[in-house]
């Protein structure tokens, strides 16, 4: 069965310091998301991404961050210098777009942990 | 605002059955989520609802009012693994997935 993936699993860094967070969405979905969730709080929506643009983006996703598709399989999420309060796991998720509210889908995450 | 309430945690037996409820207030309404998510991994789809009644799959069933903002998930014949947190999530007016913050349903041998 198509899954998200993700990687790395665990991203160690410096406060201050760039990260990019990878994710390759489900082969024929077109709709794709980061959400994030700090340790024992709820998810929080980051971003959708379609067309090659951003659709939609919360308050959360400020400057400091950005999302690309730098090819047909990537989905990646940069974070230009990483503050402590970003240490989170992250998660990609993705949908078909045949309809709105199909299933987002989501990655096994990636916990950053910022020091 | 938009506001999900849900119990933080909840207990039961293993070979029980569990109900956890759902009430929400959001601005608009275009379907409801159950999610599963056990401690650090990522959320799981359960079930989705956009119309009034209950819907089965397998041990699992979801139920939804939307004249009272109201959800339930129903989980029968509890195991072990049933041991996790589940997320109500409501889609909004704009297709935004909007959380709750999830109950935690620990089960007990």
């Known amino acids: 069965e198509p899954e998200v993936t993700q990687t790395p699993s665990h991203q160690v860094t410096q406060m201050g310091q760039e990260v990019i967070l990878r994710c390759v969405p489900i082969?024929?979905?077109?709709?794709f998301y980061w959400y994030r969730q700090i340790l024992g709080q709820k998810v929080e929506f980051l971003v959708s991404?379609?067309?090659?643009?951003?659709?939609?983006k919360s308050e959360i996703f400020d400057d400091q961050f950005s999302v690309e598709r730098p090819d047909g399989s990537n989905f990646t999420l940069k974070i230009r210098s990483t503050k402590l309060e970003d240490s989170a796991m992250y998660f990609c998720a993705s949908r078909d777009g045949t309809a709105h509210t199909d299933t987002q889908y989501f990655g096994p995450g990636t916990r950053l942990t910022v020091l | 605002g938009q506001n999900i309430d849900q119990p933080t945690e909840m207990t039961a037996t293993e070979g029980a059955i569990v109900q956890i409820n759902c009430t929400y207030q959001t601005s608009g309404f275009n379907g409801l989520f159950w999610y599963q998510q056990h401690a650090g991994e990522a959320p799981t789809f359960l079930s989705y609802?956009?119309l009034d009644g209950l819907e089965e799959k397998g041990r699992f069933s979801s139920f939804l009012s939307r004249s009272k903002g109201y959800s339930y998930l129903l989980l029968k014949e509890l195991q072990m693994k049933d041991s996790a947190s589940y997320l109500c999530?409501?889609?909004?007016?704009?297709?935004?997935?909007?959380w709750g913050a999830g109950t935690k349903l620990i089960i007990k041998p």
């Open positions: 991404f379609y067309n090659n643009e951003i659709s939609e």
């Open positions: 609802n956009v």
């Open positions: 999530v409501v889609m909004d007016s704009n297709y935004q997935l909007i």
């Open positions: 082969s024929n979905h077109l709709y």
